[in-house]
């Protein structure tokens, strides 16, 4: 037997098994490294150099946090938003690719000079004594997980960057013909002949016959239409529905507590003045004078060759030296402490309580922490429920079977775009007043016959069925006749009082001027100006009238339409005040901006970022650059 097996050992058809036995392990082991050949990951491709899905996530994260920081927690990220934001970060890194290139083609250096220079100069790196501060500077290093080599990589990074930008858009100023022409169309002043026909001071009209109002109210069918109507079952889902529903142990509480007791800790504070010098001994008498005398001791610090400072208002943490901290928080009420010894030299603090530190009890923040971990349990609880809902839907089930297998707030209501029911009133549902528009969105967006489905936005999850679908149509004129009636005779008062206006206008292009044509018409002329392009309490003129009246020439008439009236203008001149002189400051107060300089640096400004926009086109356009469709879609659906 072992003879035969030897023999067929040595035949080619057992070592095609045996290599094919050794690659079915070998790929077995190595499955996910074979799963993952020929996938790309990367969003987008600048000139060969990828830009990795996971980095574009992360950028994209990074600034929907930012987003939400600068909204106060107020935006709520719907698709649309998401895309946008992936968008956004996706550009933004191909535009870092892009310009990393150009500035490896013009082969741009940051000397390690340079480097130090500008980390010395950041303010947030300096001591009290305005030097720079090792301590805070790692102190930094540590809040951001960076080590000193990662920093100074990515500050060399920007400060390339800046040379590239800066020497784009140097130089890039405002002719003075430019910004001479542009402050003289912001201070341009002007002066009218102005005819207002109000509607309001129309005479009544004739009442109309029932075959006018017929066919009023049968031409004007948009305004007198009832809208489409929806009935619509609707299971709501979110976190401030479940939070009744959840319960929090004493437990729960005291670990949140616990967890966030910072929140409930009021910081003590004081007004902290310091003297720093670099002798034992001086300090030692600038301690005692300090207590005999507390006013004047700038001058003495300063004769005794050291800085005086006040450092404000400070809590513990914002002394960067823990033995300076120690012994301003450690002093009684405006003491004096003794010289202190830091690798600054010796310091004298003395210091006053502005504000005590305190601390709220347990016992006192306990119903609020219920309410927290409470809400927090009822988004898991939501979050975990959603697949549950969709499986639901998914199989056949209505919206009410589904709301009632997963406890959703069901309702059932009939209502227009508006959320307003038949009698006009607002339909109720227990949702946020601002989450209310996006939730008639998605009601509205859904096909007439399309299955339940389960949508998202600010006012949580909702499983949407639509029921039936009113279309909108023509309401009978016997149902609309007031409302028919009033709308009739108010346009009737617009067509007499804008008949009254064209008359005046063919009057003028028949030779007469605009006060002889309103005077036969006996109406009043005013003339009012001289007056500038922005509207205001000293501005006599109405804004929606200010723009059609700069943009006509002298003496030239033309008619303006409001919601209220017909205004006939004529342009009666154009004026250009001298610019007034900037007047000096009073003591303490700023100096006000002078308009000439101020058009002149934003000017200046605009053309710089236009410049630099065309030119970060440019090298855009000159390098190659392959956006993954497919991966920017799916980063936008996260």
Same mark, same amino acid.
């Given at each position: 037997?072992?003879?035969?097996?030897?023999?067929?050992?040595?035949?080619?058809?057992?070592?095609?098994?045996?290599?094919?036995?050794?690659?079915?392990?070998?790929?077995?082991?190595?499955?996910?490294?074979?799963?993952?050949?020929?996938?790309?990951?990367?969003?987008?491709?600048?000139?060969?150099?990828?830009?990795?899905?996971?980095?574009?996530?992360?950028?994209?994260?990074?600034?929907?946090?930012?987003?939400?920081?600068?909204?106060?927690?107020?935006?709520?990220?719907?698709?649309?938003?998401?895309?946008?934001?992936?968008?956004?970060?996706?550009?933004?890194?191909?535009?870092?690719?892009?310009?990393?290139?150009?500035?490896?083609?013009?082969?741009?250096?940051?000397?390690?000079?340079?480097?130090?220079?500008?980390?010395?100069?950041?303010?947030?790196?300096?001591?009290?004594?305005?030097?720079?501060?090792?301590?805070?500077?790692?102190?930094?290093?540590?809040?951001?997980?960076?080590?000193?080599?990662?920093?100074?990589?990515?500050?060399?990074?920007?400060?390339? @960057?800046?040379?590239?930008?800066?020497?784009?858009?140097?130089?890039?100023?405002?002719?003075?013909?430019?910004?001479?022409?542009?402050?003289?169309?912001?201070?341009?002043?002007?002066?009218?002949?102005?005819?207002?026909?109000?509607?309001?001071?129309?005479?009544?009209?004739?009442?109309?016959?029932?075959?006018?109002?017929? @066919?009023?109210?049968?031409?004007?069918?948009?305004?007198?239409?009832?809208?489409?109507?929806?009935?619509?079952?609707?299971?709501?889902?979110?976190?401030?529905?479940?939070?009744?529903?959840?319960?929090?142990?004493?437990?729960?509480?005291?670990?949140?507590?616990?967890?966030?007791?910072?929140?409930?800790?009021?910081?003590?504070?004081?007004?902290?003045?310091?003297?720093?010098?670099?002798?034992?001994?001086?300090?030692?008498?600038?301690?005692?004078?300090?207590?005999?005398?507390?006013?004047?001791?700038?001058?003495?610090?300063?004769?005794?060759?050291?800085?005086?400072?006040?450092?404000?208002?400070?809590?513990?943490?914002?002394?960067?030296?823990?033995?300076?901290?120690?012994?301003?928080?450690?002093?009684?009420?405006?003491?004096?402490?003794?010289?202190?010894?830091?690798?600054?030299?010796?310091?004298?603090?003395?210091?006053?309580?502005?504000?005590?530190?305190?601390?709220?009890?347990?016992?006192?923040?306990?119903?609020?922490?219920?309410?927290?971990?409470?809400?927090?349990?009822?988004?898991?609880?939501?979050?975990?429920?959603?697949?549950?809902?969709?499986?639901?839907?998914?199989?056949?089930?209505?919206?009410?079977?589904?709301?009632?297998?997963?406890?959703?707030?069901?309702?059932?209501?009939?209502?227009?775009?508006?959320?307003?029911?038949?009698?006009?009133?607002?339909?109720?549902?227990?949702?946020?007043?601002?989450?209310?528009?996006?939730?008639?969105?998605?009601?509205?967006?859904?096909? @007439?016959?399309?299955?339940?489905?389960?949508?998202?936005?600010?006012?949580?999850?909702?499983?949407?069925?639509?029921?039936?679908?009113?279309?909108?149509?023509?309401?009978?004129?016997?149902?609309?006749?007031?409302?028919?009636?009033?709308?009739?005779?108010?346009?009737?008062?617009? @067509?007499?009082?804008?008949?009254?206006?064209?008359?005046?206008?063919?009057?003028?292009?028949?030779?007469?001027?605009?006060?002889?044509?309103?005077?036969?018409?006996?109406?009043?002329?005013?003339?009012?100006?001289?007056?500038?392009?922005?509207?205001?309490?000293?501005?006599?003129?109405?804004?929606?009238?200010?723009?059609?009246?700069?943009?006509?020439?002298?003496?030239?008439?033309?008619?303006?339409?409001?919601?209220?009236?017909?205004?006939?203008?004529?342009?009666?001149?154009?004026?250009?005040?001298?610019?007034?002189?900037?007047?000096?400051?009073?003591?303490?107060?700023?100096?006000?901006?002078?308009?000439?300089?101020?058009?002149?640096?934003?000017?200046?400004?605009?053309?710089?970022?236009?410049?630099?926009?065309?030119?970060?086109?440019?090298?855009?356009?000159?390098?190659?650059?392959?956006?993954?469709?497919?991966?920017?879609?799916?980063?936008?659906?996260?």
């Amino acid at each position: 037997m072992l003879t035969a097996l030897r023999a067929l050992a040595g035949t080619w058809f057992a070592k095609v098994l045996f290599i094919l036995l050794i690659a079915s392990f070998g790929a077995w082991g190595i499955a996910d490294m074979l799963r993952s050949m020929g996938v790309d990951t990367a969003v987008a491709r600048v000139d060969g150099q990828t830009v990795e899905f996971l980095e574009a996530q992360d950028a994209a994260r990074r600034e929907l946090q930012r987003l939400t920081r600068l909204t106060e927690g107020r935006l709520q990220p719907d698709a649309r938003i998401r895309a946008a934001v992936a968008q956004q970060a996706v550009e933004s890194l191909v535009t870092d690719r892009v310009l990393a290139r150009e500035i490896q083609r013009m082969r741009v250096a940051v000397p390690d000079t340079a480097a130090r220079d500008y980390v010395f100069a950041i303010p947030g790196f300096q001591g009290t004594d305005g030097r720079f501060s090792r301590i805070q500077f790692d102190s930094f290093l540590a809040g951001n997980g960076l080590t000193e080599g990662q920093f100074l990589e990515l500050l060399r990074r920007d400060l390339a @960057r800046q040379q590239i930008v800066n020497a784009v858009r140097a130089g890039a100023t405002a002719p003075s013909l430019l910004t001479d022409r542009l402050l003289a169309w912001q201070r341009e002043q002007r002066s009218v002949r102005l005819v207002e026909l109000r509607v309001a001071d129309a005479p009544e009209p004739e009442a109309p016959t029932d075959a006018q109002l017929e @066919r009023f109210h049968e031409n004007n069918a948009d305004r007198f239409s009832a809208p489409e109507y929806r009935q619509v079952a609707l299971g709501l889902l979110n976190a401030a529905i479940l939070t009744p529903q959840m319960q929090v142990s004493d437990a729960e509480i005291e670990e949140a507590y616990a967890a966030h007791r910072a929140r409930f800790e009021t910081p003590e504070k004081r007004q902290v003045q310091q003297a720093l010098l670099q002798d034992e001994a001086a300090a030692q008498r600038i301690a005692e004078a300090w207590r005999a005398n507390p006013e004047g001791i700038a001058a003495a610090v300063e004769a005794a060759q050291g800085i005086y400072s006040d450092l404000g208002e400070v809590e513990r943490g914002a002394l960067p030296v823990p033995e300076l901290a120690e012994a301003a928080f450690s002093l009684a009420d405006n003491a004096v402490s003794a010289p202190v010894r830091s690798p600054f030299g010796w310091h004298v603090l003395r210091a006053h309580i502005t504000q005590a530190g305190a601390t709220r009890p347990l016992a006192e923040v306990r119903d609020e922490l219920r309410a927290e971990v409470a809400a927090e349990k009822a988004a898991d609880e939501a979050l975990r429920r959603v697949n549950a809902v969709q499986d639901g839907l998914s199989g056949g089930e209505s919206v009410e079977e589904t709301s009632r297998a997963h406890s959703l707030q069901y309702v059932a209501v009939e209502l227009d775009a508006q959320g307003k029911g038949r009698d006009g009133r607002d339909v109720a549902l227990p949702i946020p007043a601002a989450a209310r528009a996006a939730l008639l969105r998605d009601i509205f967006s859904a096909e @007439r016959a399309a299955a339940p489905h389960l949508a998202e936005g600010e006012y949580g999850f909702a499983a949407i069925e639509v029921k039936e679908v009113t279309p909108a149509a023509l309401r009978p004129l016997a149902e609309v006749r007031e409302q028919v009636l009033r709308a009739y005779l108010q346009d009737a008062r617009r @067509r007499y009082q804008e008949q009254r206006a064209a008359a005046l206008i063919a009057a003028t292009r028949a030779g007469k001027n605009l006060t002889d044509a309103a005077r036969e018409a006996n109406i009043p002329v005013e003339e009012l100006g001289p007056f500038p392009r922005e509207a205001g309490p000293t501005n006599p003129i109405p804004r929606e009238y200010l723009a059609p009246i700069f943009e006509l020439r002298v003496n030239e008439i033309t008619m303006i339409p409001s919601p209220v009236a017909f205004a006939v203008v004529e342009l009666a001149g154009v004026t250009h005040p001298p610019a007034a002189p900037v007047a000096a400051p009073a003591e303490g107060e700023e100096a006000p901006a002078d308009p000439a300089a101020t058009i002149k640096s934003d000017t200046d400004t605009a053309i710089a970022e236009d410049i630099e926009a065309q030119f970060m086109a440019a090298i855009r356009a000159r390098a190659d650059v392959r956006i993954n469709t497919r991966l920017l879609n799916q980063l936008a659906a996260e």
